[in-house]
């Protein structure tokens, strides 16, 4: 079956803009969650969506927003961006939100800020 | 607030020699603890969990709750071994991961 799925791979975009990211899960998985890596801080944790409701978020500004659609997509936001927003988006998906099933990873959204 | 430490950023080893990448974690709960790998070019993946208590392309890790550590193990590595390793702890519950800042694995011939 088809894996997670991200969009676009590449954006490149100036300071003040905003993005969105779009994120598919393997068909039948109902949780996304999203990462943010960076060579600085590594992979964190941003939030996870479950049945179109977030989960849990990291500790991210509000600039950080996301949802999930009754088909279990899930686009995330990034508003007013800034050079530090430069980073790898990941996706992962998995069954469901109880964490004993395995997450699968997209191959991520590349953003820089310029 | 929980914190997985990975303190080698690289850590090379000739094939055939045994391979130890460490991990050590701070949580007040239950953790779950889980490696992940990343292959060049590839998405980066589950390798291993610790309730699974299975080995996994010779690999295997045990969780010391004592030390609070979780070490990733092969007796005798493979060029195919090359990659980055990550370390990551859950709550008792949910998918929510803590990474490690990962260690870069080479296996050199």
């Known amino acids: 079956k088809a894996g997670v799925t991200q969009t676009p791979r590449y954006l490149i975009k100036t300071r003040g803009q905003q993005v969105t990211l779009s994120c598919s899960p393997i068909?039948?998985?109902?949780?996304v969650s999203w990462y943010q890596q960076t060579p600085g801080q590594g992979l964190q944790f941003l939030f996870e969506?479950?049945?179109?409701?977030?989960?849990n978020k990291g500790n991210f500004p509000g600039r950080f927003s996301g949802r999930q659609f009754s088909n279990s997509r899930s686009e995330m936001n990034v508003s007013t961006l800034e050079l530090g927003d430069s980073a790898l988006y990941l996706c992962?998906?998995?069954?469901?939100?109880?964490?004993?099933?395995?997450?699968?990873f997209g191959p991520g959204t590349r953003l820089t800020v310029l | 607030a929980q914190r997985v430490t990975q303190p080698e950023k690289l850590l090379s080893v000739f094939k055939g020699a045994p391979v130890e990448l460490k991990c050590n974690y701070s949580?007040?709960?239950?953790?779950?603890l889980f490696w992940y790998v990343q292959y060049s070019r590839q998405r980066l993946q589950l390798l291993l969990r610790h309730i699974s208590r299975e080995s996994i392309k010779g690999f295997t890790a045990d969780l010391n709750k004592g030390e609070t550590s979780f070490h990733l193990k092969k007796p005798f590595a493979q060029e195919e071994d090359s990659a980055m390793y990550y370390c990551a702890l859950s709550r008792n519950a949910g998918n929510m991961l803590t990474f490690g800042g990962g260690t870069r694995l080479m296996v050199k011939p």
């Open positions: 949580y007040s709960g239950s953790p779950e």
């Open positions: 068909s039948g998985h109902r949780s």
């Open positions: 992962a998906s998995s069954l469901d939100a109880s964490g004993i099933n395995e997450q699968f």
């Open positions: 969506y479950f049945s179109e409701t977030q989960r």
